[in-house]
Every structure is written in structure tokens, then in C-alpha cells.
């Protein structure tokens, strides 16, 4: 054991947080409390009354905070940092007289404890309860107890800035006290800790260990006696030697294990008696039997293959700013969790409370919890490693008789020792040695790969690599991967997935934060926030967005960007499903994260409540435990092409779906397709379509059904006739242009790249990744070209020039040809009257108005502008006829531009650059500690 484990042992009680036994005494301490800030200011109150459970935010205490422009995060009300003592008067019954009494703070930050005056007790824990022994200074009568809470320099400055436990970007550095605190009496011999293993043990033929310490070494003769239900599982007789003993569970029938499929429960408990027969001391704690272990790159859950659905929780709570403590919050979240098709939660550089498990252990959601850190292991850095060693012994031993507790990770993108870390792995698995466990999420922002020692990986890629074959997700930063990754950069088809780089580790590989795809702000949502923080940073967007003429459009940036990020969210998730042997995904995010720039990646919003974008039964055809999934080369097609497309279907239910039956349907034909058997990616065939002669271009779509699951997939066709419009210029030269307008010519211009290049972004086909703010400043750190920080489109569906286009009002796959060769047109020098036909959406930070498709009429002439590389685009169906939809309608009497602009105006347009907008720079952990090389 190293230094740090053998403080933290000394230190850290272990005790489970859930023991209920009428054998012990409790007094409930919540209600009104006495505080003082000794770190207040002048200008603010120092002392009186609030209550408990709470915090000084939540009691509307503390430095009021002035409404600001910043945008990196939601605003606090209150804020205070430093030390709190709360005091309340307590009366110790004098049938407590000799007994252990115990101060239970279930979470809090470090504190000490003090008894009429005189300090009794300290603990640094902020990830599981405290426990302070007050046996000595509690005796029958009336006492002071004050509890001073540090949220300031007491935390170690790596955790208080950037873990999700303390930042000020979710959670916040909240002080106070929250969940139950409470006195507790029992025995001087009492049973101090008592952990029933989920995991079978295949060593003692399924049985499961439970781990007893008592308070001391027992006197000769006393027994344990462990119960499951009504039935004694096991007794022993204690050895006066030690005061740690293990126990067996009888083993169970596996089909009735715990599972996702089965969230069954288990009382088991656990009595002290002494050699006359008394019972001592007696304790009942909630687990349950389940066998998650890994074969090669799959888990494996009671004998069926399993994949982690899963997402990244920052511990977004606005209303409170601090993790919820109660059941029926946790509850509401496994709920939506399921009803979005997700079975695990990675908890990013934090814990949840006793009450979370408890609920996902109802649910059947798979948890993985993590140490307090994003940063940096370094020997040197010893009071962090002594406080980071605290934090894990309290975590394992307090959460491991959960069976939702399956996995466990260091942190958040570290960089550090591997030796370190191994000490602390190995001191995970020394407490609980059933435990999966990991060195942490994305370590080295998976530069490394696969690093010995580690039972599963979570990471972006495994490794480095040519190109994006060793990419596990399909959208990155510009910082991160060329032009944004995968899904950026190819050709839409649903063949592409992830087994070139599965294949370079052994363990099982969970993606890493798949998505990131940012939605334009819904500004209704500001009203929600009644609660202690203040959306100061949306009332900010909405300014800029107002400042740049773009508040009437607003809503419909949400839903065109919302509508985009939808659909690149499916994508990815299937890409994930159909890779054979994937471990699973980690989406950031179902819910939005408000800090860090404030990256609005949710479907859900901060609260988890809907956007409206998409419903739980639609978002479940591309996440459940059985998703069917056609492997299409590509979504536009040409009348008359034949195509194979294979069917899989992403079996994940516990059950063998041998036969199972497939209805497809398209507008043209249909069919039926049978399961092959198995669990995993399993096969049903292939679908052999020949695709219709169409005189107009349609949208069509492919609809997949079983009495499982279904899914669906749009497609698009187009004639190989083309219509003729030779009375049409299409140019990419201005000059050119400009005196074919001057003889009354109809023009579609498609400047070329020098002509716009200080009046234009490049293409982006992907909403922005997580948001501008950040990974320009990474991108400007490092020397690479940014994000354009584009939305997608927001498009005038119903306009005459998409007659020949079929097209929603947002972006969909059949843009993606003239958008990944697109370089749209900053527009800010109009009138903000003025609305494109086709406008890029632009991120909240910046506000450009940008233009892709723009009409106007110039002298005699008329003009339309596409700001894209129709040449390129022309290579694909679709981008030949959008610009043969463009020409009919320019060519048509219908052709009538409401702007007019000269021929001056059109050069300025397009030569001559607007104001610049300047954007601040806001960090990242990840980035700042990067070492050299990597």
C-alpha cells in the first residue's frame, strides 16, 4: 500500500451509507441553523440563521454577483468562497450514555467539527459522506456542535477549478451542507462497514463475497450472521485477531440476476452477536447479485453480450447548482435516461450520492463514477495525491454493494504517471476486487491507446493513426482531427464504422464524448431559470443575436440547428452499433452543458426537459437494446441504379432474435428479411433494390420494421435527364458577372474562393463542435485553422428555385455535396431586413450573417449568388440539381428578387471584409497540461 492509501485508510470511514437497523438511535439534525462567514466581506451580512440540508446559495447567502456578459457559464446569485460555520444547540439522551456517536454529513466539502467549542474532528471528503466520531465529547445533556465548512483552499486547486464535483461551470463550489445529517448511537463494538459484493465469484462457484469490519477486534465467541431475505446465507465465528472478516452469499440463478434486463433487488443482512446469544449490532443493506465481466472487447452481463448506451453527466442541476440528495430526482433522471434507450452514465470527475445508486440500481442503469480530477497525477503534487487517495477509498467502500457501481475511472482526460495511477487502481481493486476499473477517461486524449493495467477503455480514438482510422467517434474539434473528423469529412452513407481502431486493443473500447453537436440557443429557456443560478450568459446571446438583426430568426435558427444536430446524433450512435465487438458510446450529451463556454450539445435541455426536436420513441430507432440498421453506400440516388444494402440489427437484448422478421417497405417496393441467430451485430440480409425512373427529383425513404424495433432512413432520387436553361450565365468569375447583368442577363454567380476570401467562412457540413469559444482559443493555441463555427442551414423551403430540389427548411444529407464545398458569405454590410434563401447559421458568440444561396436584382439584370464550388458539387445528383432547380426557376418568369443592389454594392459584397468580431479566449484542462509530442 503507498503512502497516500495508507493516510487515506486512517483517515477515511467506511462505513455504507445506506444502513438502516432499529437496533441503532439516530436524531435528525436538519432545520435552522446558526452560521458565520469568516471570510465575508464587509459589505455583506457575516451571520445568522439558514437552513440544513442546503447551501449558502440556496439560503440566499453570500456576495450578491452583478449580472455580467459573460458567456462561459451560468451566473450564481450568491457566491461566497472560504470558510462557513454552521452551529446548532443538540440534547444527547442519557440512554446514549457509552456508546460510538457518529456525525453523518452525507455531502459536503472538507470540514471540521467542533463540540462546545473544542474541535473534535475533521474530514476532507466532498465524494461520499463524512463521518466524524463525537463518542468522546457527546455525553448525555446539551451540547454546541459546529461544523466549519471549507470550500476555498482546503480543496486542491486542480479539483476546485476544473472537477465537476466543485466547478463553477455545472455544479458549482457551492459551501453548506446537503443530503442527511444526522447523530447516530450504536455499540462501542459495532459493524463499521459491510460490503455485499454484486459480482459472482467464479472462483467459489457463483457465490458472492460480503466484507465485514468491525469498530475493534471482537472479544473471543462473537458471530457474524448474514441474511438474504429470510434465508441465513452465512455465519461465522469471529477470530479476536483482526477486525475485517468475508462471508459467502449463496449463488444465485443467472437469468434472475440484476441486470439492465432484470433490475431485481436483495435485502441482505448482517447481525453481531455476542458468545451468549445478544445481539450486538445489526445493519440491512440493499444489493443484488450480478456477473459483468469483459471477454476480449465485449462486456458480458450475466452471460449475454452488453453494450453501454451511455452519456457523460456534468452535474447539470440550475436549479439548485448542486447535485440532487433525494430519490424521486433520480428517479425522474433513470427515467428519462431509459426512455432515451441509454443504460449507463459516466459521471465526468465526480460521484453521485447513495440515492443515485439506489435508483439506477431500480432502473438497471450500468454507472461509472470518477475520481474528483481533471488534471494531472504527479508525485511531486502531494497534497493532491493524498486528497485524490481519500476520495477513492471513501467511494469504493461506500458504493460497492451497489450492483449499478460497475466501473470506475480515475478521472477526466489525465495526463500523469501510469505508475501512480496504477497504485490507485490497484488500491480500487484491493477493496473491491470485482471492480472494472480504468486509468481514466480518454487518458493522453487517447494518444496512448490501450495502456496495461486497465480492464476497458474510454477514449476518442486508440491512439495514433493515418487519417480517422483510429477515430472512435465521429466528430472531433479542428484542433483534434482534420476538418472535424469522420462525419465532416465523408460522403453521408450508414456503412462507415469503428473496427479498424477497436481492432488495436484488447479491452473493450467505449467512445469517448460522442456527438458535441451544438444547437443555436431556444432563448424561452431563460424564463426557467428561477432557481440560484441566472442565465447571464443567454441574456448576453441574446443581445448579440438582437444587435445583429437576427432575434426574429432566433427561433427558427433552434429548430433548423436542433433538426441538423438530430440527425448527426442517429449517425454517429449507429456507427457505433454496427462496429462487431464495440464497447459502447458515452454521448456528450442528451443534456446541454451550460458551462465551458456554454456548449448547448442536448437534445434535452439543462434541466432535461425536451427541446421538441425529437421524441424518445424516434431517438430510440438508433439507440435501443435491439436497433435495426440498413448499411446504406449513400442517401441520393439516380433512377435506374441497383443497390445492395445490407441489414443488421444491433441485438443487445438478451435473447437470440433467430428468425426474427423484418418488413421493409420503400414508396417502390418491399420485402421481407430474417435474422440470422446470435447476439451482438447479427445479419438479416440484404435488401436488393433497383431505384425508379423519376421524371422530377423526390424524397423518398426506406422504412425498416420487426415487432422489436424499427428505423428508418431518408433517401433521395433524381432523373438522368437534366432540364435546359441555356438563357442562364453560370459563372464563378465577378467581373464577368457583372457585365452579363448589365445586359439584363439572368446570372448565377458562384464566386471562387480568392474572390470571397476576406468575405467569407469555410464549409462545414456538422453543426459546430461543442462550441466556438473554446476550441478557438485550442485552435489559435496550437497554430490550426478553427471550426468555421457554423449551425447548418436554415433554408426557405418554400421558395420557387427547390421546385426541381426537394428540401426541408434545415440542413439534411443532400446538402452536404454543395456544403463540404461551400464558402458562405458574410452578408453583415446589408440591410438586416435581408433574408438569404439559404442562410448558414451562424454560433452566438460570433453572429455573422452569412449567406449561402442570396438573390437580388441588379439594373437590368438578375442575380443569384451561391457561395459554394457548384463544380465540385456537381460531381454527386444532388448538387447537379440544386443548380438545375436554380437555373429553371432563373430562366422562369417566376424569377422576381425584392433586393436590389448595384453593381458596386455586389462588388463590396463580396471583396470588401466586415468588422471582425473579436471572441475571448477561454481554457481547458485537457489542452493546457498537453505535454510535448503528444
Same mark, same amino acid.
Given at each position: 500500500m503507498t503512502y497516500y492509501f495508507k493516510q487515506a485508510a486512517a483517515a477515511a470511514f467506511l462505513m455504507i451509507s445506506s444502513l438502516m437497523t432499529s437496533a441503532r438511535e439516530h436524531i435528525d439534525l436538519a432545520g435552522d441553523w446558526n452560521f458565520i462567514l469568516l471570510n465575508?466581506?464587509?459589505?455583506?451580512?457575516?451571520?445568522? @440563521?439558514?437552513?440544513?440540508? %442546503? !447551501?449558502?446559495? *440556496?439560503?440566499?447567502?453570500?456576495?450578491?454577483?452583478?449580472?455580467?456578459? +459573460?458567456?462561459?457559464?451560468?451566473?450564481?446569485? $450568491?457566491?461566497?468562497?472560504?470558510?462557513?460555520? $454552521?452551529?446548532?444547540?443538540?440534547? &444527547?439522551?442519557?440512554?446514549?450514555?457509552?456508546?460510538?456517536?457518529?456525525?453523518?454529513?452525507?455531502?459536503?466539502?472538507?470540514?471540521?467539527?467542533?463540540?462546545?467549542?473544542?474541535?473534535?474532528? =475533521?474530514?476532507?471528503? &466532498?465524494?461520499?459522506? #463524512?463521518?466524524?466520531d463525537l463518542s468522546d465529547a457527546l455525553s448525555p445533556g446539551t451540547h454546541t456542535i459546529e461544523i466549519t465548512v471549507n470550500n476555498g483552499d482546503s480543496i486542491p486547486l486542480p479539483i476546485r477549478n476544473n472537477s465537476h464535483a466543485c466547478t463553477e461551470s455545472t455544479q458549482t463550489n457551492w459551501n453548506g451542507i446537503i443530503g442527511e445529517i444526522r447523530l447516530s448511537a450504536m455499540p462501542r463494538l459495532h459493524i463499521k462497514s459491510a460490503i455485499p459484493f454484486p459480482q459472482t465469484d467464479s472462483t467459489r462457484n457463483g457465490m458472492r463475497r460480503l466484507d465485514v469490519t468491525l469498530s475493534q477486534n471482537p472479544p473471543a465467541g462473537y458471530i457474524i450472521t448474514a441474511m438474504t431475505g429470510d434465508d441465513e446465507a452465512d455465519r461465522i465465528k469471529l477470530s479476536p485477531?483482526?477486525?475485517? /472478516?468475508?462471508?459467502?452469499?449463496?449463488?444465485?440463478?443467472?437469468? #434472475?440476476?440484476?441486470s439492465e434486463w432484470n433490475p431485481t433487488s436483495e435485502n441482505v443482512s448482517i447481525s453481531l452477536q455476542s458468545p451468549d446469544g445478544m445481539m450486538e449490532d445489526s445493519i440491512s443493506v440493499s444489493s443484488a447479485p450480478r456477473d459483468f465481466h469483459t471477454v476480449g472487447r465485449q462486456f458480458i452481463v450475466n452471460g449475454h453480450p452488453a453494450f453501454l448506451r451511455g452519456r457523460h453527466d456534468a452535474c447539470v442541476f440550475p436549479m439548485t447548482a448542486h447535485v440532487p440528495m433525494d430519490y424521486e430526482s433520480w428517479r425522474r433522471y433513470f427515467s428519462i435516461i431509459k426512455d432515451y434507450g441509454l443504460n449507463h452514465v459516466r459521471f465526468h470527475s465526480w460521484c453521485p450520492p447513495e440515492e443515485c445508486f439506489r435508483a439506477a440500481d431500480e432502473a438497471g442503469v450500468y454507472l461509472q463514477p470518477e475520481l474528483p480530477i481533471w488534471g494531472s497525477f504527479d508525485h511531486d503534487n502531494t497534497e493532491l495525491m493524498d486528497f485524490l487517495a481519500k476520495e477513492l477509498d471513501a467511494i469504493v467502500s461506500e458504493y460497492s454493494h451497489h450492483p449499478s457501481f460497475m466501473m470506475f475511472s480515475l478521472g477526466n482526460e489525465l495526463w500523469g504517471e501510469i505508475e501512480l495511477m496504477k497504485g490507485f487502481l490497484d488500491r480500487a481493486k484491493e477493496i473491491n476486487p470485482y471492480l472494472l476499473t480504468t486509468y481514466g477517461s480518454n487518458i493522453y486524449l487517447g494518444w496512448k491507446g490501450h495502456i496495461d493495467g486497465e480492464d476497458f477503455l474510454v477514449t476518442c480514438r486508440v491512439g495514433g493513426g493515418d487519417g480517422f482510422s483510429t477515430h472512435t467517434r465521429a466528430s472531433f474539434s479542428f484542433a483534434d482531427a482534420d476538418n472535424g473528423g469522420i462525419l465532416n469529412s465523408t460522403y453521408p452513407n450508414s456503412e462507415m464504422n469503428f473496427s479498424n481502431a477497436i481492432s488495436l486493443s484488447p479491452v473493450p473500447v467505449i467512445g469517448h464524448e460522442t456527438g458535441q453537436y451544438q444547437i443555436f440557443p431556444d432563448f424561452r429557456e431563460m424564463f426557467k431559470y428561477t432557481g440560484v443560478l441566472r442565465p447571464d450568459n443567454f441574456k448576453e446571446f441574446a443581445r448579440r443575436v438582437t444587435d445583429a438583426g437576427n432575434?426574429?430568426?432566433?427561433?427558427?435558427? /433552434?429548430?433548423?440547428? %436542433?433538426?441538423?444536430? *438530430?440527425?448527426?446524433?442517429?449517425?454517429?450512435?449507429?456507427?457505433n452499433l454496427r462496429t462487431p465487438g464495440m464497447g459502447g458510446f458515452q454521448l456528450l450529451d442528451l443534456q446541454d452543458y451550460p458551462g465551458q463556454g456554454t456548449a448547448l450539445v442536448g437534445i434535452l435541455d439543462a434541466f432535461m426537459d425536451s427541446k421538441g426536436l425529437v421524441t424518445p420513441e424516434k431517438w430510440r430507432e438508433a439507440c435501443d437494446q435491439v436497433t435495426i440498421l440498413a448499411e446504406l453506400p449513400k442517401f441520393c440516388f439516380t433512377s435506374g441504379e441497383s443497390v445492395e444494402i445490407p441489414v443488421k440489427v444491433a441485438n443487445f437484448s438478451a435473447s437470440d432474435l433467430d428468425g426474427m422478421n423484418i418488413g421493409w417497405t420503400t414508396p417502390f417496393a418491399s420485402g421481407n428479411l430474417s435474422t440470422s441467430s446470435g447476439e451482438?451485430?447479427?445479419?438479416?440480409? +440484404? &435488401?436488393?433494390?433497383?431505384?425508379?425512373?423519376? @421524371?422530377?427529383?423526390?424524397?423518398?425513404?426506406?422504412?425498416?420494421?420487426?415487432?422489436?424495433?424499427? +428505423?428508418?432512413?431518408?433517401?433521395?432520387? =433524381?432523373? !438522368?435527364?437534366?432540364?435546359?436553361?441555356?438563357?442562364?450565365?453560370?459563372?464563378?468569375?465577378?467581373?464577368?458577372?457583372?457585365?452579363?447583368?448589365? @445586359?439584363?442577363?439572368?446570372?448565377?454567380?458562384?464566386p471562387d474562393t480568392a474572390t470571397v476570401r476576406e468575405t467569407s467562412l469555410g464549409p462545414l457540413f456538422t453543426t459546430d463542435y461543442w462550441n466556438y469559444r473554446m476550441f478557438r482559443t485550442i485552435c489559435d493555441n496550437v497554430k490550426?485553422?478553427?471550426?468555421? %463555427?457554423?449551425?447548418?442551414?436554415?433554408?426557405?423551403?418554400?421558395?420557387?428555385? /427547390?421546385?426541381? /430540389?426537394?428540401?426541408?427548411?434545415?440542413?439534411?444529407?443532400?446538402? $452536404?455535396?454543395?456544403?463540404?464545398?461551400?464558402?458562405?458569405?458574410?452578408?453583415?454590410?446589408?440591410? @438586416?431586413?435581408?433574408?438569404?434563401?439559404?442562410?448558414?447559421?451562424?454560433?452566438?458568440?460570433? +453572429? =455573422?450573417?452569412?449567406?449561402?444561396?442570396?438573390?437580388?436584382?441588379?439594373?437590368? %439584370?438578375?442575380?443569384?449568388? &451561391?457561395?459554394?464550388?457548384?463544380?465540385?458539387?456537381?460531381?454527386?445528383?444532388?448538387?447537379?440539381?440544386?443548380?438545375?432547380?436554380?437555373?429553371?426557376?432563373?430562366?422562369?418568369?417566376?424569377?422576381?428578387?425584392?433586393?436590389l443592389l448595384s453593381p458596386q454594392q455586389v462588388t463590396d459584397l463580396l471583396t470588401k471584409p466586415s468588422v471582425k468580431r473579436i471572441i475571448k479566449e477561454i481554457r481547458n484542462e485537457s489542452y493546457d497540461n498537453k505535454p510535448n509530442g503528444i
Open positions: 465575508a466581506p464587509s459589505e455583506i451580512p457575516a451571520e445568522g @440563521k439558514l437552513s440544513l440540508p %442546503g !447551501t449558502l446559495d *440556496t439560503n440566499r447567502v453570500g456576495i450578491p454577483v452583478e449580472e455580467s456578459d +459573460n458567456t462561459s457559464q451560468l451566473s450564481r446569485r $450568491f457566491s461566497y468562497t472560504g470558510s462557513a460555520i $454552521f452551529s446548532k444547540t443538540v440534547t &444527547i439522551p442519557e440512554e446514549w450514555r457509552g456508546k460510538h456517536i457518529e456525525l453523518l454529513l452525507e455531502r459536503t466539502r472538507p470540514a471540521s467539527v467542533a463540540v462546545d467549542g473544542k474541535r473534535i474532528s =475533521y474530514s476532507s471528503l &466532498i465524494s461520499a459522506p #463524512q463521518r466524524h485477531d483482526t477486525d475485517t /472478516f468475508s462471508l459467502w452469499l449463496p449463488p444465485t440463478d443467472r437469468e #434472475q440476476m440484476w432575434a426574429r430568426k432566433a427561433q427558427r435558427f /433552434f429548430h433548423a440547428s %436542433g433538426e441538423l444536430a *438530430t440527425r448527426l446524433y442517429r449517425a454517429d450512435m449507429e456507427m451482438g451485430v447479427v445479419d438479416a440480409g +440484404n &435488401i436488393s433494390l433497383t431505384i425508379p425512373d423519376v @421524371k422530377v427529383p423526390v424524397k423518398s425513404s426506406l422504412q425498416l420494421s420487426s415487432s422489436k424495433a424499427s +428505423n428508418s432512413y431518408d433517401i433521395w432520387i =433524381y432523373p !438522368t435527364e437534366e432540364p435546359r436553361t441555356e438563357d442562364v450565365v453560370v459563372t464563378t468569375d465577378l467581373d464577368f458577372a457583372l457585365k452579363a447583368l448589365d @445586359k439584363g442577363g439572368r446570372v448565377i454567380l458562384c490550426k485553422e478553427p471550426s468555421p %463555427g457554423t449551425l447548418g442551414l436554415l433554408i426557405d423551403d418554400s421558395h420557387e428555385a /427547390f421546385r426541381l /430540389f426537394p428540401t426541408d427548411f434545415h440542413s439534411d444529407w443532400q446538402w $452536404f455535396a454543395t456544403v463540404a464545398n461551400s464558402h458562405p458569405l458574410i452578408i453583415d454590410r446589408l440591410p @438586416k431586413d435581408i433574408d438569404p434563401i439559404v442562410e448558414v447559421i451562424d454560433n452566438v458568440e460570433r +453572429n =455573422y450573417r452569412l449567406a449561402l444561396m442570396l438573390e437580388c436584382s441588379v439594373g437590368k %439584370g438578375k442575380l443569384m449568388i &451561391i457561395s459554394a464550388d457548384m463544380k465540385k458539387a456537381a460531381e454527386h445528383p444532388e448538387g447537379r440539381w440544386l443548380l438545375n432547380s436554380v437555373k429553371t426557376y432563373m430562366a422562369s418568369k417566376r424569377c422576381k428578387p425584392s433586393l
